[in-house]
């Protein structure tokens, strides 16, 4: 037993999680799970000092909690297009808004679109797509939207991808904006559909009140996305992304097909961020342009690469520090962005292969670092 | 669509597309620059261009340049502010480098990381100036459009005999210095011992280093000249438009950007090509169609261009330049 303490000691924690017996793991894990379900009503002290909702100015917390699974979603999901396949997508808000705005334009009865179709098929004036119908369309437009931005880019390098994601997410927000006929343009639309649910106290199961039943919603959703995000991680897909992302050539040499599994990137990607969006713009039950700007874009990169990129568990980390550390820390809102600048560069200079890289990651990294110090001693 | 509204005014855009494309131009150099010797794009290069704007305010509050003074006084309120904002513009970019850049170069970042810490300065900078304003302005939402004193009137110049166009000062100004700037720099890249340094490091940065040339050297350099002309380009701008603002470089710097990859990023002619193409084309387009989708042209001329041509239109050669 104590050869089996002292070889533990040695590991990192992601040896000895990977070590631990399956039933430990299971149960650890329920108990994370457990917990995550339970916060919005922790009060206990000290614990409660995490809560965001102490001083008057505070944020609700059970929103705030929502908010960070929300981004946490997006994190997994642009995870798999930076962090795997190595593709810097600086547009990600596009397919966020673009979910968003697929449940507003096809839910709401304020929606022009929904109204022209009452009109067109004679509907009575209440009637809109239901929520459950909503869900496919935000994905399947999302998903569209993924592709046909990918398909004519995904040949161009790096940087030139860059900048043209960040133009598609300016053209996503850009047409919401400027489309007054379709989307209502900067006014927004209004009384965005929940999900169904009984009635509790005169209101529906979600509301605008009770932020922790959205949370709940959204924290079931994420957990099945990161199951899901785990197994494709492992998977034949999987393995073609990181080959892509360590040496397109030589993938391409032992047959992996790299336009094809950067387009699959990308569309499983723009899915994610749209499911993101869907949640966001249901629990808003109002959507408008101004909520997707492209700075929003550049927030879920640097989640993304301040957690560890290719590594889900940092992608987690990196959503839930960017998003709960400002809202933890209100009284300081005007210098936030400040603060947020200040993060980005010293965390990156500090540790640029991220807070809690994946292994892989930060092996390429030490490897990088040595071959940059011999070539300065060779200099 | 207009295409009279285009038709009867063509001369008229023509000339609005060209100045919006020479101060695109201009700040596209930096980017093209830094991309051509050290392939990453300098996120925070659009924050060098918004300092440059504040310097120019800045100088002309100091000395109290106002509109309507002599001839010689705007003259030397004018070179005073360009020396001012080249100076605090190249002054950023060098500071963006020493602080964002090096210390990850030594480290053998890959680029992505040098990215995200350009974002972080880029976000600095602007956060700065924006405190300043609500510190001065002192309102809640104190972050407001500055305006600064035009203190080149405009007046007509002269008139393009056959089209009856009337041109401007400011205009010649503009398009004049844009063009004179990009012809000295591109002279210097080509002619000069130290441009030789800059294509050396941009065309083989190991063979260049065993050859003697200084990379970290020559990479202070490219920031230098990348910030002064940004500076140029953001005393044009405020002849032209008389305002500031602390997040002006943003969408200056997207467009920008956008110039130097139509061009040919790494390419300092490109980017002269690029930058008029870009204006000309959003102008076009903005009196066909309708103005505020002026931004949706620009990233689709850019989406289109690069289908066809992937390295831009004129390709990527900082480092294939003959002298």
């Known amino acids: ?379 | 669509m207009d295409f009279d509204a285009l038709i009867s005014g063509l001369d008229r855009h023509t000339l609005d597309g060209i100045t919006r494309g020479s101060i695109y131009a201009l700040v596209a150099l930096g980017y093209t620059m830094v991309y051509g010797v050290m392939k990453l794009i300098n996120f925070a290069h659009s924050e060098v261009f918004m300092v440059g704007t504040w310097a120019v305010l800045g100088t002309y509050t100091v000395i109290g340049a106002t509109a309507g003074m002599g001839a010689g006084m705007v003259i030397a309120a004018t070179v005073l502010a360009l020396l001012v904002a080249m100076l605090a513009s190249a002054g950023t970019a060098l500071a963006v480098e020493r602080i964002a850049y090096r210390p990850l170069r030594k480290k053998g970042a890959p680029p992505l990381i040098f990215l995200i810490t350009g974002i972080g300065c880029s976000m600095v900078l602007v956060e700065t100036f924006g405190q300043l304003l609500r510190f001065f302005f002192g309102q809640p939402f104190g972050r407001v459009t500055v305006n600064i004193p035009s203190v080149l009137e405009t007046k007509t110049l002269f008139t393009i005999p056959g089209v009856d166009l009337a041109v401007s000062n400011t205009r010649v100004l503009i398009i004049v210095g844009a063009i004179v700037m990009m012809l000295a720099l591109d002279t210097f890249v080509n002619k000069s011992r130290l441009g030789r340094g800059v294509r050396a490091v941009a065309q083989d940065p190991d063979t260049a280093s065993l050859m003697g040339v200084n990379q970290e050297r020559v990479i202070m350099l490219v920031f230098v000249l990348g910030g002064a002309m940004a500076g140029v380009a953001a005393l044009l701008y405020t002849v032209q438009y008389d305002i500031t603002k602390f997040d002006i470089g943003f969408i200056i710097g997207l467009k920008a950007f956008t110039a130097a990859v139509l061009g040919g990023i790494g390419n300092l002619r490109g980017a002269l090509v690029g930058g008029l193409f870009l204006g000309i084309v959003e102008v076009y387009a903005s009196a066909i169609w309708d103005s505020s989708w002026t931004n949706v042209y620009a990233f689709v001329v850019l989406v289109v261009v690069l289908m066809f041509r992937p390295t831009g239109l004129l390709g990527e050669s900082l480092g294939k330049a003959r002298a």
């Open chain 1, 1 to 379: 037993m104590s050869q089996i303490t002292a070889a533990y000691r040695g590991l990192r924690l992601g040896d000895r999680w990977g070590g631990a017996p399956q039933p430990v793991r299971w149960f650890v894990m329920l108990l994370v799970i457990a917990f995550a379900f339970y916060l919005p009503y922790l009060n206990v002290l000290p614990f409660a000092y995490i809560r965001t909702d102490l001083t008057a100015s505070g944020s609700d917390w059970a929103s705030v909690l929502f908010l960070v699974v929300v981004y946490m979603i997006v994190a997994v999901g642009l995870n798999v297009v930076i962090g795997l396949a190595g593709l810097l997508d600086l547009g990600y808000v596009g397919f966020y808004a673009l979910g968003a705005y697929s449940v507003a334009l096809f839910g709401s009865t304020n929606s022009p679109v929904v109204q022209a179709m009452q009109s067109k098929f004679g509907f009575s004036e209440e009637w809109a797509v239901p929520f459950a119908i909503c869900i496919p369309i935000a994905i399947v437009m999302s998903l569209v939207a993924g592709v046909l931005l990918g398909a004519p880019t995904l040949r161009l390098r790096g940087d030139y991808l860059a900048i043209v994601t960040l133009g598609f997410g300016e053209i996503i927000r850009i047409t919401a904006r400027n489309l007054d006929d379709v989307t209502n343009g900067a006014t927004g639309i209004i009384g965005v559909p929940v999900p169904p649910g009984p009635e509790i106290d005169g209101r529906s199961f979600f509301n605008t009140i009770d932020a922790e039943r959205w949370y709940w919603l959204a924290l079931t959703i994420l957990i099945l996305i990161i199951f899901l995000a785990r197994r494709l991680e492992n998977s034949r897909v999987g393995r073609a992304w990181l080959a892509i992302r360590e040496d397109e050539d030589a993938a391409a040499v032992m047959g992996v097909a790299g336009f094809k599994f950067k387009l699959w990137a990308f569309a499983i990607g723009a899915t994610l961020g749209g499911l993101a969006g869907l949640l966001f713009g249901s629990k808003q039950q109002y959507v408008e342009p101004n909520a997707f700007m492209v700075q929003l874009s550049f927030l879920f990169v640097a989640m993304v690469v301040i957690g560890g990129s290719g590594n889900i568990f940092g992608a987690l980390l990196g959503a839930f520090l960017l998003t709960y550390l400002p809202e933890r820390f209100r009284e300081f809102v005007d210098w936030r962005p400040f603060a947020f600048g200040v993060a980005l560069v010293a965390v990156m200079i500090l540790r640029p292969q991220g807070l809690a890289p994946s292994r892989r990651r930060a092996r390429e990294f030490e490897d990088r670092r040595h071959e940059a110090e011999e070539a300065a001693a060779d200099a």
